[in-house]
């Protein structure tokens, strides 16, 4: 690379777009990938339980405490 | 460039976030986490009932003892958060590159990771501090839980509308007014709703205001961490993500 088009490269260094229509899908599953987590890391077996048990309650216990959620 | 790219970034710094809050976690976290228990336990659950058909917390007769709770199972949690929550903001920086005016890309994920911060985390803080074990009531578990959650879906959309009128009104205003306007209104909204929700003070009376204090500082810390280091090192990704991508672009014009 010559230093001219480094030069060129710098000063072109513009932002990116783009389209919303690009990015939607992947925030969708983006968005539901950390709510099914999330909801196993903050609230499952504590207000509300689809597995029975403590198990999952127990392990994420001090995560769950200290990531700010109520616990119980 | 594209989101697949962002998302692939994301999760990346996100695991790295996750870590660096696991450490945070285990040395800030940890002390009062385990003086809170020593004291629910001195206490013979005087504060509050175990038996209330909520599951979990007696920490004698433990499925998972507190030596994997405090190590593998913090980790399980900060990572987790860390990975999937990187994900997330990997693909709105994606949206938000190029809309907010001439913001660079490293700016613009920075800002992104911030204001996830401050809407996930910062505002719910507010009006529900976290608390360490043996404070809260197993009663209204259910109700808080609501609550906390609801707050937090409030102040998503509070911030989704106060970008939607700072970006409307970068037609009218300057990109510095504009941002104002927006960020007033996000405190005005999420603010307001801080203020309406229920508030519980279930911290038993006597209790140390020291493990306490600590407690929610340590959970604060934790947070912090993990939005830094997601957001910095996102950050640094997307630029070299961007520069590659200017740098071929220019190589094909220069072709």
Known sequence: MSDLSTTTTRAAVAIPTLSAKAVLPWLLFAGLLMLVAMYFISAEQGAISLLSGTGVHEWVHDGRHLLGFPCH | ?255
């Open chain 2, 1 to 255: 460039m594209s989101a697949r790219e962002f998302l692939t970034r994301g999760l990346l710094a996100g695991l790295l976030a996750g870590i660096v809050a696991f450490g945070v976690a285990y040395v800030a976290g940890e002390p009062p986490v385990n003086a809170a228990i020593a004291l629910e336990e001195t206490a013979g659950g005087a504060g509050h009932s175990h038996d209330a058909g909520t599951p979990g917390h007696t920490h004698d007769e433990a499925e998972v003892p507190r030596s994997l709770q405090s190590t593998l199972g913090l980790l399980t949690g900060t990572v987790v958060a860390g990975v999937t929550l990187g994900g997330l903001v990997g693909v709105l920086s994606a949206l938000a590159m190029g809309r907010f005016g001439s913001v660079s890309p490293r700016a613009t994920t920075t800002a992104v990771a911030a204001a996830g911060f401050i809407v996930l985390y910062v505002l719910p803080f507010l009006a529900y501090p976290p608390n360490p074990p043996a404070v809260g009531s197993s009663e209204t578990i259910g109700v808080r839980t609501a609550a906390y959650f609801t707050l937090l879906a409030v102040s998503v959309l509070a911030a989704v509308v106060a970008v939607l009128v700072g970006r409307h009104l970068r037609t009218r205003l300057d990109g510095w007014h504009a941002t104002l306007v927006g960020a007033a209104t996000y405190l005005v909204l999420a603010g307001g709703a801080v203020a309406l929700f229920p508030r519980f003070n279930e911290v038993p009376a006597h209790y140390p205001a020291t493990v306490l204090y600590d407690f929610r500082l340590a959970s604060f810390a934790t947070q912090l961490a993990l939005w830094a280091v997601l957001g910095l090192v996102l950050a640094e990704l997307v630029h070299r993500l961007a520069t590659r991508t200017a740098t071929l672009d220019a190589d094909r014009v220069a072709v």
